[in-house]
């Protein structure tokens, strides 16, 4: 089964900028729309963002619109989260995975990355 490495994240005060990077062995990305997802304790994962394979975003939740820009490389099977304008509420561990909306053939979730967005 393809791995999920998601990295890039970290502690950072309010107001400040992250890139998280989604890895996936292999060809797993091929032909995929891809999403990233945020999970808080006590919630179920959440979608925050979506591309399709062309890597044109098809989805951004409204909490992160204007703030968050999902892309993609296929050449490197990489996913990347750009994240600006950061808020206590953006924090969370995020992963990565095929997009749910697209497909039921989901991928083994990775470790994920944890944000701590400080006020």
């Known amino acids: 089964q393809a791995q999920l490495v998601e990295s890039g994240g970290g502690l950072v005060q309010a107001g400040a900028s992250l890139r998280l990077t989604c890895a996936g062995s292999?060809?797993?990305?091929?032909?995929?729309?891809m999403a990233w997802f945020r999970q808080v304790p006590g919630k179920e994962r959440e979608v925050v963002a979506t591309?399709?394979?062309?890597?044109?975003?098809?989805y951004i939740a409204d909490a992160v619109k204007g703030r968050f820009t999902i892309s993609r490389d296929n050449v490197k099977n990489q996913v990347y989260l750009q994240m600006d304008s950061l808020k206590p509420e953006d924090s969370g561990v995020y992963y990565c995975?095929?997009?749910?909306?697209?497909?039921?053939?989901?991928?083994?979730w990775g470790q994920g990355t944890q944000v701590t967005v400080s006020s």
């Open positions: 995975n095929r997009d749910p909306s697209r497909t039921t053939m989901s991928l083994d």
């Open positions: 591309a399709g394979w062309s890597g044109i975003t098809t």
């Open positions: 292999g060809r797993s990305f091929t032909g995929y729309a």
